[in-house]
């Protein structure tokens, strides 16, 4: 029961295959290093008689993070009269859909959640009823981002456009110099932008960053649309039926922004700090000097693996290094995995890369967007 022989790999566990316009990144194939995790992995899972998946703590915990974002919607919309108590249900709201992407969608869709697909499909559908759109979501995460993280022009999670500069391989503005100050209010702007700009000109163009991908036909059109039709429902139609437009805009854009920085300051954590890596692929041929495994390694950066409380409340992504080695796996089991992908990273020398807390990992993100603001010359 608990094999790991019959869970897909980690890249054909993410579902779908990229494809990309440009020559796709090639890692060395050579990969002894993750032959050996998986060996010992699959040995917990043996040993332990857990299953991979299927955890009974993710059905409570999905119940009561699910149950959260009902009753304070419900609370806020129908029943807080007056301001003092609309806003911190408004917060708990904003609070609450960042949990549930954490917690019950990003397992979901990847297949982590359950051995049952149709529990994955489910879990992952839960995007669709905040504003996004899972099928978008499998390619732009599961497929470019988790096979070619901080792989610049590959991996859409480090473009941000103009706005920003989180690769040393983009290009620097004048603007970027001051992004440590400013990029954090924008981050909230995320799932707005999400909402009313990105999955429709991804839907229109046929491409997520520089990769192409296929645009959903069928079912899967219809609970894209299906999708947004409820959540713009209830996002401003229910709501505007008890209250002015104005108050509706307004109490959106503020759960928007705290979902959207919350969201946004978690995943930055795992990728765009000091001790992450940013390779690059060795020539037009597109080879890459690690493998796949070793690359995940090298670009992830766990942090406060010790923190019990923050790691149920971010489903887990306290220990992306894991996550990005097995993300077919439950992430109620990282925290276990944790000292077994230490001790083989050791092994094999690599660095097995943390920040010890929540907060030296959001001064060591700081510190890498002053960084990456600055002139080459400052740095030095
Ligand atoms: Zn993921």
């Known amino acids: ?71 304070s919607y419900v609370l806020l919309v129908f029943f807080a009269p007056v301001w003092w108590l609309a806003l911190p249900l408004m917060v708990l709201l904003g609070l609450s859909l ?49 096979t070619y993280p901080n792989i610049t022009g590959h991996d859409d999670d480090i473009d941000v456009g103009i706005l920003g500069r989180l690769s040393p391989h983009q290009k620097r503005l004048r603007l970027h110099r001051l992004q440590h100050v400013y990029m954090w209010l924008l981050y909230g702007f995320l799932p707005i932008k999400w ?47 008890v209250h002015p437009w104005s108050t509706v805009v307004l109490f959106y854009v503020l759960a928007m922004l705290i979902q959207g920085v919350v969201l946004s300051v978690v995943f930055q954590l795992a990728h765009c700090v000091e001790e992450a890596e940013f390779p690059m692929p060795r020539d037009e041929s597109g080879r890459m000097l690690s493998s796949w495994a070793a690359h995940q390694v090298q670009t992830t950066v766990d942090f406060a693996p010790r923190n019990r409380v923050l790691s149920w409340l971010l489903g887990g992504l306290n220990f992306q290094t894991e996550h990005h080695l097995f993300p077919h796996i439950c992430h109620a089991h990282y ?46």
């Open 1 to 71: 029961m608990s094999s790991l022989s019959s869970v897909p790999s980690a890249i054909s566990g993410n579902l779908v295959t990229p494809s990309p316009v440009c020559n796709p990144p090639k890692f060395e194939s050579n990969d002894g290093f993750r032959n050996a995790l998986r060996q010992r992995v699959e040995e917990y899972f043996d040993r332990t008689g857990l299953n991979p998946r299927d955890c009974p703590q993710m059905y409570l915990k999905s119940t009561l993070i699910f149950g959260c974002f009902v009753a």
């Open 195 to 241: 909402h009313f700009v990105d999955d429709f000109r991804s839907l229109i163009t046929g491409r997520i960053g520089e990769h192409r991908f296929a645009r959903p036909k069928g079912w899967d059109l219809l609970i894209l649309f299906g999708g947004k039709a409820v959540f713009f429902t209830l996002a401003f139609g229910v709501p505007m039926l």
């Open 335 to 380: 925290p276990a995995l944790a000292p077994i992908v230490a001790q083989t990273c050791e092994e094999f020398g690599l660095t097995y890369r943390v920040n010890p807390s929540f907060l030296a990992g959001v001064a060591s993100h700081f510190r890498w967007l002053r960084r990456m603001g600055m002139k080459p010359a400052e740095t030095t």
């Open 98 to 146: 960042a949990g549930v992407g954490f917690n019950i969608q990003h397992d979901g869709g990847h297949g982590a959640y359950s051995d049952r697909r149709w529990i994955n499909r489910l879990s992952a559908m839960t995007l669709d009823l905040l504003g996004g759109s899972s099928y978008i979501w499998a390619r732009k995460h599961n497929a470019f981002h988790h």
